[in-house]
C-alpha cells in the first residue's frame, strides 16, 4: 500500500485509518441514516451514524446521539464494537461512520440484536486504507479485450439497449440477470 507521503506528494486523497484502541462515539447532532444487512435474506434493521471527522460524542447519555450511558452492554442495541466504525469521505470532507443495529425495530432483530456479519457493516463501506481499497469505483465495458471505464448513464443505456435487444429478438424468457450481493450463496438472486 502507498505511503501517506506518497500519496500526499502525488496530490491525492489522504484518508485517515480507523483507530484500533478506542470507538469513538456520535455527537449528539450526528446524522442518522435507517438500512438494513445484506448479508442474508433476512434483511436485519440497522441505525447509521454520521459525523465530521474532528467531533466527537461522550460517553455521557445526553453527549451522545445514541442517547445512553457508556459502557453499556454487548447486546443494548447501543453497544458500538470496533467493526462497527469506519471512516469516511462524503461531499468533500472525512467522516466518522457507526453502523450498529436498529434497537428500535419491531420485527426480525428487536431490541438490536444482530448476526456477527451484520455486526460489521461499517466495514463495508469504502475506506481506501483498509481492504475495500480495491473496489471498483466506476461500471467497466470490455472493449477490444480491455476494461474500460465508463460513466453510469452510459452504462445504464447499454444494458437497456442489450436487454430491449434480447427481449425483443428472443422473448422474455431469453433475458436474465444474477446479481451478488458480497459474501454468501442465498445473496445470489436470478432477476
Not at 479485450?145 to 427481449?167: C, D, M, Q, T, Y
Request: proline share 9%; with cysteine.
Amino acid at each position: 500500500m502507498p505511503s501517506r507521503r506518497n500519496l500526499r506528494a502525488q496530490g491525492l486523497p489522504i484518508v485517515v485509518d480507523t483507530p484500533q484502541d478506542r470507538i469513538p462515539l456520535p455527537p449528539p447532532n450526528a446524522e442518522v441514516f435507517t438500512t438494513a444487512c445484506d448479508y442474508c435474506a433476512v434483511g436485519c434493521g440497522y441505525k447509521v451514524y454520521r459525523w465530521p471527522l474532528e467531533e466527537q460524542g461522550n460517553p455521557r447519555a445526553t453527549q451522545n446521539a445514541l442517547g445512553v450511558d457508556f459502557p453499556t452492554t454487548p447486546l443494548s442495541g447501543k453497544w458500538v464494537s470496533p467493526n462497527m466504525h469506519n471512516i469516511v469521505r462524503a461531499n468533500g470532507k472525512l467522516y466518522h461512520v457507526v453502523v450498529i443495529p436498529d434497537g428500535d425495530t419491531q420485527v426480525v432483530n428487536k431490541g438490536g440484536d444482530h448476526s456477527i456479519r451484520g455486526g460489521t457493516l461499517a466495514q463495508k463501506v469504502y475506506n481506501p486504507e483498509k481492504p475495500t481499497r480495491d473496489r471498483l469505483k466506476t461500471p467497466l465495458l470490455r472493449v477490444r479485450g480491455k476494461f474500460e471505464p465508463i460513466n453510469w448513464e452510459r452504462a445504464i443505456k447499454i444494458i437497456a439497449e442489450v436487454s430491449k435487444h434480447v427481449l425483443s429478438r428472443h422473448g422474455e424468457l431469453a433475458w436474465g440477470m444474477k446479481t451478488y450481493s458480497y459474501e454468501y450463496y442465498e445473496n445470489t438472486y436470478a432477476i
